[in-house]
């Protein structure tokens, strides 16, 4: 029997399924689509009604916006006190940096937060850009040190607040990647000596608290050196958090060198081009592009490591937030309000770090289209 | 009688301490020649040209490459690589780079030269393979024969002596092994001492000066085509192209 074969071409394309379209048939098929549905439904919308409904009333009806205490206390348990930060805000923002001083410390966070917004564009990506961060650097730490320029001195444990945070994330991590990258290669190293020392360094730094690597830093590290050859506490923390993010990023370096194949190495080897320039031009490249994510998740960690530091008496933000509060009987009660304001800050920052990064995910991955 | 280009002198290899994939390989290679080697897997023929730059060391024996003995010197073996391109199985072109930046790579890097220089000649070889309009595209949107001709022209960026093809048809589609073969025989006209490892044995037959077979880390036989295909000596070639010619 002969089958009689319409031309594949002719024969009309199935329809592509149809559920509907818009937010309401959406809702109705999805939010209200059996009475079980309907009743979660129902069910979740008023408890996000009931807790929204509170959250307004405590944080913007019943809050104190001014820095008046008889009316905070008035408002405890009915709303947020925010007039704890009218009071407090500078010390929390600045630490124990000397009042009259105040706007050195407040210029040196404009220009850190200028310096890194700028290293993000990717018009700034250009050979300049590594001294003008050097130059920004010396600038921020004659700001906030003084001593030149006719500005007065100010000790480095009396610097605190969002300066302090910056500084110590920032330094700490442009210290840490360098460090990471070069103990990844070197654990990967063909030389036992190297592949050992760097074994143990990562294995050694990775198995102790930071907090416990900044008290060495801090209490014990001086011990050994001669009396008042010690380096200034603010860098014995510095080397600190650097030294142990480096352990944990050398790692997720290390997981994207393992992840280039072989041949990629044996092609530029072929080329005749030496061990250095195969790692910056061919391995590198890609073994970071392939790690985006897990980097950015160790820089976000410095980011909010640094509030450790407080344990040896520098204020940075979180430790200026307990000096501003705990000091003051009057004010305590509104520790609450006060940790909402810093972890809104820590927010605003690890945020902006993981939009970043999945910005740069997606331009390498547009360069390499396939 | 001129120094060969390579001499394999007794050169002897072991992977690990049990098995000898290279046995007593003796071999000259005469500047200008062109040589294929077959054999089937696992007879040691890739180790057998990846000796030549290096990328595998020998324990026992003597090779030399341009008047270079390779051994633990890295700088002459740098040098020595500097003559001798290499093309893959699997093209092992960097898909972080375009095509001209694949090629301008090691000019710039290994042999110094300035970009304006590397380029002009890296486009000049990309018009030798055809394939100068994918300039400035990256490896992976570019089809494998392409890409099997881009690394071609990466190797002879260098101006090599010696050119090395490590089956350099495997890894293609069939409908693409033509253009790439076309490039290769287009190339041994030109008077570069090649070695290839491959199977495609019409190409074997084309531009050959001597096909040499392989087998268990030896080399077993040693002839220029016609002898090799229509007069094969010994019973293992004998055997293998039987089973490769299919009949």
Known sequence: MAIAQAPIAARPAPPVPQGGRGAWVWARRELFGSALSSASTLLALGLLIWLGWGLLRWGLLNAVFGADLPACQAARGQGACWGVLAEKGRLVLFGRYPLAEQWRAEAATALLLALIGASGLRRCWRPWLLPLWIAGLALVFALLRGGVAGLSGVATDLWGG???TLLLATLGIALAFPLAVALALGRRSELPAIRTLCVLYIELLRGVPLISLLFMASFLFPLFLPVGQTPDVLLRVLAGIALFAAAYLAETVRGGLQAIPRGQVEAAQSLGLGWWVIQRRV?????LALVVPGIMNSFIGVFKDTSLVTIVSLYELTGALGLALNSDADWRPFMLEGYLFIAAIYFAGCFTMSRYSLWVEARLARSRAR | MTEPLIRFDRVNKWYGAQFHVLRDITLDVAAGERIVVCGPSGSGKSTLIRCVNGLEPYQGGRLTVAGETLGDDVRALERVR???????????????????????????????????????????????????????????QLSGGQQQRVAIARALCLRPRVMLFDEPTSALDPEMIQEVLDVMIELAGQGITMLCVTHEMGFARAVADRVILMDEGQIVETAPPAEFFDRPQHPRTRDFLSRILGH
């Open chain 1, 283 to 287: 391995v590198l490249p890609q073994a």
């Open chain 2, 82 to 140: 500097r003559q001798v391109g290499m093309v893959f199985q699997q093209f092992n072109l960097f898909p972080h780079l375009t095509v001209l930046e694949n090629l301008t790579l090691a000019p710039i890097f290994a042999a110094r030269e300035s970009r304006a220089e590397a380029e002009a000649r890296a486009l000049q070889q990309l018009e030798r393979v055809r394939i100068a309009d994918q300039a400035h595209k990256y490896p992976l």
């Open chain 1, 162 to 164: 969002l300066p302090l």
